[in-house]
């Protein structure tokens, strides 16, 4: 089964400082991954992906992610946060091998403070 | 628009009536997608489509739940004798074709009361 982790729910960053926003997968295969972010009472709107070549991707509203095949994990990451980019972030999975669907974690909360 | 668009962007409705859901892809847009997302939790995928077949169904929590994409683009979430749990965001997604690489695009969501 495939299937991602987002093992906070709530991130809390002072503007200014840098962010992380952790996630981890478990895939048969080698997996795409994918960042969406949802701001309260709006649809997800597309970050960033992995498919394949450099394990930094960097993606919309200078926001970047890491893959890491060792550790399973893609975590997302800004250098300064803003109190703008305060919002659901949501990590997903898409299998190579099988399947069509992307698989969301739980979410996390991200609040950046002024 | 230039992107997904869903209607109506709100409905209550009363236990045991029928709901229509509709939903208007990206123009061009082959694989089209329905996810239902309850308060707290991460989108969970219902069903995949792509042009007028459903290529993938296994997330329809029952048969009370029914898609319908019958020229290839706009498509249609049925869900009859409602039930208060199927009160949720029902969003839709499209993507240029079902490639795994593709970028998933979503519309608003469409929230769905039931009482």
């Known amino acids: 089964a495939q299937s991602v982790a987002q093992p906070e729910d709530q991130v809390n960053v002072a503007e200014g400082n840098p962010l992380t926003v952790k996630c981890t997968y478990s895939?048969?295969?080698?997996?795409?991954l994918f960042w969406y972010v949802q701001y309260p009472n709006r649809g997800l709107q597309f970050l960033l992906k992995?498919?394949?070549?450099?394990?930094l991707v960097k993606g919309s509203y200078g926001f970047e992610a890491e893959f890491n095949k060792s550790q399973t994990s893609f975590h997302l990451k800004k250098p300064s946060a803003l109190v703008s980019d305060s919002a659901l972030y949501f990590c997903?999975?898409?299998?190579?091998?099988?399947?069509?669907?992307?698989?969301f974690g739980k979410g996390t909360s991200l609040l950046v403070t002024p | 628009g230039a992107g997904v668009s869903q209607t109506p962007s709100n409905k209550v409705t009363e236990k045991g009536k029928y709901v229509e859901l509709r939903c208007d892809p990206i123009?061009?847009?082959?694989?089209l997608y329905w996810y239902r997302q309850s308060l707290g939790q991460g989108p969970e995928f219902l069903i995949y489509?792509?042009?007028?077949?459903?290529?993938?169904d296994s997330g329809l929590p029952n048969d009370r739940f029914f898609a319908v994409r019958p020229e290839g683009s706009v498509s249609t979430l049925k869900i009859q004798r409602t039930e208060r749990g199927d009160s949720a965001v029902y969003l839709c997604?499209?993507?240029?074709?079902?490639?795994?690489?593709?970028?998933?695009?979503f519309g608003e969501g469409s929230w769905l009361t039931v009482v």
């Open positions: 997903a999975v898409r299998p190579t091998n099988s399947g069509y669907a992307l698989n």
């Open positions: 997604a499209s993507s240029p074709t079902g490639g795994p690489g593709n970028t998933i695009y």
């Open positions: 992995y498919i394949t070549g450099d394990n």
């Open positions: 895939v048969s295969g080698n997996p795409y």
């Open positions: 489509f792509q042009g007028t077949g459903a290529a993938d």
């Open positions: 123009s061009g847009h082959t694989a």
